[in-house]
């Protein structure tokens, strides 16, 4: 059971370049998640995912995109690369919503736009 | 006033100290809250739900106090392999299951 695998791990882009970040989770989760996370600050929500088929945007969604075809996999295309996507990125998956909802993320893929 | 305030330490403990950590949120309806530890560089992993009548697992003690809304995470008896970032996290409701991140506090257990 590997639980959440996100590829890859570290990606060096030069600025306009664009590139996917996969996410695959094999819970059988419904939910799934992008967020990502600056040097001191929290982790920020980029997009999310309630089922196949159906993405909304969280709070910091310009210059990304998402697709969600298959319950396992939510990856998360960058367009036109800007250092202000300089960060690491967590995919994150949960079984439900509300009270009792607990993440299991990634590991996470460090980027960086120069 | 940012949705979730952490202290961002870091809190430098003896092996063996008690520490404890705040964290103050500012939407009252929110529903759900945890604490999740993050190592660094690597990703953030549950440590433990909050729950409103507080709750204990093992050297570890959440509470919540809706009132004047903030959660506390207390650890006793310190390890080394206690050092890390503790993140509070806050589920301010509605679909989506959207939570909002702390910053974190950053603990370190020294010999």
């Known amino acids: 059971n590997a639980g959440v695998t996100q590829t890859p791990k570290f990606r060096i882009l030069k600025i306009g370049q664009s590139m996917t970040l996969q996410c695959t989770q094999d819970?059988?989760?419904?939910?799934m998640y992008w967020y990502r996370q600056d040097p001191g600050m929290g982790l920020k929500l980029i997009y999310y995912s309630v089922g196949a088929g159906i993405t909304d945007k969280g709070e910091v969604p310009n210059g990304y995109n998402v697709s969600r075809s298959t319950t396992e996999d939510f990856p998360l295309r960058l367009e036109l690369a800007a250092p202000s996507q300089t960060s690491v990125y967590f995919c994150?998956?949960?079984?439900?919503?509300?009270?009792?909802?607990?993440?299991?993320f990634g590991a996470g893929s460090r980027l960086t736009v120069l | 006033r940012k949705e979730v305030e952490q202290d961002p330490g870091p809190f430098n403990v003896p092996e063996g100290a008690t520490v404890a950590f705040n964290c103050t949120y500012s939407n009252s309806a929110s529903q759900s809250f945890f604490w999740y530890r993050q190592d660094c560089r690597k990703e953030p992993k549950l440590l433990m739900s909050?729950?409103?009548s507080g709750n204990e697992d093992g050297r570890f003690t959440a509470q919540l106090n809706r009132a004047s809304q903030y959660i506390s995470l207390l650890i006793r008896d310190s390890k080394l392999s206690d050092s890390a970032t503790y993140l509070c996290?806050?589920?301010?409701?509605?679909?989506?299951?959207?939570?909002?991140f702390g910053t974190g506090t950053q603990l370190k257990v020294e010999l």
């Open positions: 996290v806050v589920n301010g409701g509605g679909g989506g299951n959207k939570l909002t």
């Open positions: 909050v729950y409103s």
């Open positions: 994150a998956s949960s079984t439900r919503t509300g009270v009792a909802s607990v993440l299991t």
């Open positions: 819970m059988n989760h419904n939910y």
